[in-house]
């Protein structure tokens, strides 16, 4: 009797928390499949909730495609992402990497005062920003939008995976006549290969939202990233739903799909633990 | 080979410098420049452009009788009273959550969706939830009416727009805290809630003495991360209020950032972004012990 | 001992290498681009350049608009070159353009944007440029001239906000369209009730919107407040510019007004933007009265997008006077423009009655001119004859971006109830007035 009770107890607990679980799985993706389903609307009126086939188009999606030089904003786009990805792992890893292993004077306090701009936000410091890539000639050059993506919460997130590899590991290989950076390549990265990949998805993400940065440092059609060649077809009175959905979805889609390609390389979810 | 170090300290002393030298650059160049810069402006008549015109402290004297910086300021001040506690819980109940569900399937599917607003880009997030919340569909109405509150009033009240707002970076940003709380979840060795089973405690007990003890420093890492986050909140405010109504959700980057282009006076945009500078600096400073190596150990 | 230095050129050899890699391929581009892109001046085969920047005008303005410049680009021997500019962050491209030297020879402005343009010297005075024969031919020309000078030239104008009303509704009020306040007001009442008997108001007077989220703070002030303020013969600055009169009694009745029809609206009023108010009000067929900026296909557009929706409108209600806000976006002759008078000669053509026939054929629009035929629906041509003295621009000052921001603000207080009307205008007529005092201070 009493084992049949908490059998029906636990069975209970598993269906509520299943119900939960779809409660979050619901939050979380609802406002998108809503994006998405818009985006298949034609007129200026997209509020009548009507996904039949013959009210929906591909219309909006035509109209992107045709966009002049598509392909070349897409790959300004993917480039500065990637390129951003490299170059934040890079300096962030060996970054952190000297501040998790290594003992030198002021390890702790250069450590603080580079986490301390992680506070800064960027809407503010535009136009200084915008003044010193002028100085130094970079823009409506690739260097201008690449180089300050990396942040100070990549050498965070770094600096916490190499504290959790194992002293002894790393001692080992220093018997084995390994140097710094062989350590580095040969012994840590391997080990916090997730929060490397977590990384690379925040950076990816990141440098790809950007649009106010990326407007202001390139003048140049040429140099123009995909956000900022979406928004080029807004016009003023703009309130066509479907438009503005649709260019959500091709926006959201391409961090979407280096997410879920990423996200395949975890065992038990995104998590920036190197060791479980 | 081997005692290398001893003969050569010096190669050794240079390499850190090296290793953090690149990001230290970037940062110092960026970042650092960038508010040093603001600093300078801050101190002239700029409209971005002509020349700025030195003319001291005039912008800061203006700051202390202006009623929308003031308003701007409580806003700022109150979206990270808001955000800030109810983030944290929520991140770590949802995380805790989902790491005793991570063996099912519904689990590891929540896992990962839960990610997906982090994906969107803030402003796209901005217009997707005005059009749910004001685009009278049934569903969302009928779901917000279960609390009884009509989505379409929350986005024009003076008093709801602020919060309105909170709750959607809530949800956007979700997915970021639930890869932190649950990495530091994770580090937590299982030996303990085994040992805890034994000795007869219950889930409360155990979340209460083990897991929220031990989680620590990540959660004083997730409470910094989310005042960053929510001082610096601009594309969503844009997108969902504009600032309205009357200034209700205006916040100092949003004041800031209208100044700045909107009435193309730079010189007082940059004098506000400097208090906002020491506000951030001075919360920063409040929460300076998670820096310290030791504490912020995540296992 | 290799080793080590060996590491450590490593390290640096990686930061150079991402520096310069990135750097490079960005340089190949900048130098591709620089012959197309330095102003006026000549690209590498000796032919001009004549850069100009104009927002999204249509969906496709690169081909749409800029796919009829090639008479004028063969008989200058100048190549145009042509930048859309996104509405989002439209004025952060333009500051920041002007500061680097990157700005065009012809750019796009909206009169609210010109003080600060005019104050910074980065737009040329063009009155010198204006003939006889332009101010007899170009209908809008003055909408250009402000702050003492032909800053703009008329481009894209004669679509104002105009009243729209459900004839079906009005019908079954027995009433015809409004033409005074009175009428307005005593419809909208009527109008307001409960229709299907579940004891919730399900129809209402007024369709508003009243959000400022991403279209900015000044289109409230665009499709509401303009129209009541002006109707109530009142406006925004002194004639000298050197107070605001927003404040005064036409300006606090008019606001009081509008205040009153609040009951008439849809209780969400405050939460939608004016156009989504609009579209899923009005559109729906729940409102008596939506406030909509017009366009000569009105008929043709909402016959598709709102069939249901059996409709007409009046430009403008009369109280005192007439008026409704009707925006003039222009042109705009770049100080920087090596060439002036080449700059000139493109600004006259491209409004010139020959070439906008020939766009408005694809994208319909105003005519500028009085020798351009009017295309577009029947229903909306009175805008342009019996009702052209109806609707106007807006009167440029000086700190006209904060003055009016800080309105729409108080605007949205004393609607929402949480300022009163009094307080409100108050509020922002000490914040305009100290604004102007200051400005004109540093004019002497």
């Known amino acids: ?103 030198f004077k002021g390890n702790d306090k250069i450590f603080l005062f580079l986490i301390m701009t992680m506070l800064v936000p960027t809407e503010v410091i535009v136009i200084p920003l915008f003044l010193i890539t002028k100085g130094l000639g970079w823009l409506n050059t690739y260097r201008a939008l690449i180089l300050p993506l990396p942040t100070a919460f990549g050498v965070f997130i770094m600096r916490q995976a190499i504290l959790d590899v194992p002293e002894d590991l790393v001692d080992a290989a220093r018997i084995d006549g390994c140097g710094d950076l062989r350590i580095f390549f040969k012994v840590i990265l391997p080990l916090i290969r997730s929060s490397v990949l977590a990384l690379s998805i925040f950076t990816f993400v990141g440098a790809w939202n950007n649009f106010l940065w990326p407007l202001v440092a390139s003048t140049k059609t040429e140099m123009k990233t995909l956000p900022l060649a979406l928004s080029m077809m807004k016009t003023q009175f703009n309130t066509d739903v479907g438009l503005t959905m649709a260019c959500a979805v091709i926006n959201f889609l391409p961090p979407f799909v280096f997410y879920v390609f990423v996200q395949g390389r975890f065992k038990e979810g995104m998590t920036l633990s190197g060791m479980k | 080979m081997m005692d290398m170090r001893k003969k050569h300290p010096g190669a050794a002393k240079v390499a850190p410098y090296c290793y953090i030298a690149p990001i230290t650059l970037i940062l110092v160049t960026f970042v650092i420049g960038s508010v040093i810069g603001s600093i300078i402006l801050s101190f002239t008549k700029y409209n971005i452009m002509t020349e700025p015109i030195f003319q001291g402290s005039k912008n800061y004297v203006k700051l202390m009788s202006d009623i929308k910086f003031i308003k701007a300021l409580k806003n700022t001040l109150g979206l990270v009273v808001l955000i800030v506690p109810l983030q944290t819980v929520l991140g770590v109940v949802i995380s805790v959550f989902l790491v005793a569900n991570r063996h099912r399937f519904l689990g590891k599917l929540a896992n990962s969706v839960v990610f997906i607003p982090v994906i969107c880009a803030p402003a796209v997030a901005g217009v997707v939830w005005r059009e749910l919340l004001n685009g009278k569909i049934e569903i969302v109405e009928k779901f917000f009416g279960l609390f009884g509150i009509q989505p379409s009033m929350l986005l024009g009240n003076a008093r709801t727009a602020l919060i309105t707002v909170g709750m959607v970076a809530i949800w956007k940003w979700m997915g970021y805290y639930v890869v932190i709380y649950t990495s530091g979840l994770l580090a937590i060795p299982d030996t303990y809630y085994e040992a805890a089973k034994v000795d007869g405690a219950g889930k409360v ?88 190596r030791k504490t912020s150990e995540v296992s | 001992m290799k080793k080590k230095l060996l590491s450590m050129l490593l390290i640096t050899a990686m930061s150079v290498t991402f520096t310069a890699g990135c750097g490079g391929s960005g340089n190949d581009t900048a130098k591709t681009e620089d012959g197309a892109a330095s102003g006026s001046g000549s690209s590498e085969s000796g032919e001009k350049v004549l850069d100009v920047w104009v927002p999204p005008l249509d969906d496709d303005t690169v081909n749409n608009w800029g796919g009829l410049m090639g008479d004028w680009e063969e008989e200058n021997g100048c190549k145009v070159n042509i930048t859309v500019v996104p509405w989002d962050k439209y004025e952060e491209t333009y500051t920041t ?43 809008y020309l003055a909408n250009g001239f402000m702050m003492d000078g032909q800053y703009g030239w008329p481009l894209v104008t004669g679509v104002p906000f105009v009243l729209y009303y459900n004839e079906e509704i009005l019908a079954d009020l027995d009433e015809s369209a409004p033409e005074t306040w009175e009428d307005f007001e005593r419809i909208c009442k009527a109008a307001t009730k409960d229709t299907d008997g579940d004891g919730e108001i399900d129809q209402f007077g007024y369709a508003c ?64 933007s004016w156009s989504d108010a609009f579209a899923t009000v009005f559109g729906e067929g ?56 080449l700059a000139m000669d493109f600004i006259k053509y491209v409004t010139g009655a020959a070439f906008m026939e020939q766009y408005h054929a694809k994208c319909p629009g105003a005519a500028l001119t009085n020798s351009e035929p009017y295309v577009g629906d029947e229903k909306m041509e009175k805008i342009y004859t019996d009702d052209l003295d109806k609707w106007h621009g807006l009167q440029v000052g000086p700190c006209g971006v904060d003055i009016l921001t ?21 509020e922002a007529e000490d914040y305009a007035n100290d604004l102007l005092a200051e400005y004109w201070a540093d004019k002497e």
């Open chain 3, 209 to 272: 919107g009243m959000s400022t989220s991403d279209v900015g703070a000044m289109q409230i002030l665009n499709a509401y407040y303009y129209s009541a303020l002006w109707q109530n013969g009142g406006q925004i600055y002194e004639d000298d510019l050197k107070k605001v009169a927003f404040a005064d009694e036409a300006g606090t009745e008019a606001v009081t007004w509008l205040k009153d029809m609040t009951q008439y609206m849809n209780p969400d009023f405050m939460s939608l």
């Open chain 3, 97 to 139: 353009a002007l500061n680097s030297g990157e700005g065009p020879d012809v750019g796009y402005m909206y009169n609210e944007m010109f003080p600060t343009y005019i104050d910074a010297g980065a737009v040329t005075d063009m009155s010198g440029y204006v003939t006889d024969e332009d101010k007899a031919g170009y209908k």
């Open chain 1, 1 to 103: 009797m009493r084992t049949d009770m908490r059998y029906v107890k636990k069975g209970l607990g598993s269906i509520l928390s299943g119900l939960v679980l779809i409660g979050i799985i619901i939050a979380s993706i609802f406002p998108f499949l809503y994006m998405f389903l818009m985006s298949f609307k034609s007129t200026i009126n997209a509020h009548d909730l009507d996904f039949s086939l013959e009210s929906s188009s591909l219309m909006q999606y035509q109209k992107i495609f045709a966009l002049d030089d598509f392909g070349r904003y897409i790959f300004n786009s993917v480039f500065v992402a990637v390129a951003g990805v490299i170059l934040t792992v890079g300096v962030c890893s060996l970054a952190g990497y000297a501040f998790a292993k290594m003992d």
């Open chain 3, 286 to 341: 729940k409102a008596a009265f939506g406030v909509y900026r017009s366009s000569q296909t009105d008929g043709t557009v909402f016959a598709e997008t709102y069939p249901d929706v059996k409709w007409d409108f009046v430009t403008s209600l009369k109280n005192k006077g007439f008026g409704t806000f009707g925006a003039t976006d222009c042109l705009t002759l770049m100080s920087a423009a090596e060439d002036q008078d």
């Open chain 2, 205 to 292: 007990r155990c979340f209460l003495s083990i897991t929220v003890p031990l989680l620590r420093p990540t959660i004083i890492l997730g409470i910094f991360l989310s005042m960053a986050s929510s001082l610096q909140c601009f594309d969503l405010i844009f997108n969902l209020t504009g600032g309205g109504p009357n200034n209700a959700s205006t916040t100092l980057v949003v004041y800031a950032y209208s100044k700045c282009f909107g009435s193309g006076d730079a010189g007082y945009a940059m004098a506000i972004s400097n208090i906002l500078f020491v506000v951030i600096l001075a919360v920063a400073l409040l929460q300076r012990d998670m820096m310290k």
């Open chain 3, 406 to 426: 800080q309105l729409s603000a108080d605007f949205q207080g004393i609607m929402s109830g949480e300022l009163s009307v009094k307080d409100g205008l108050k």
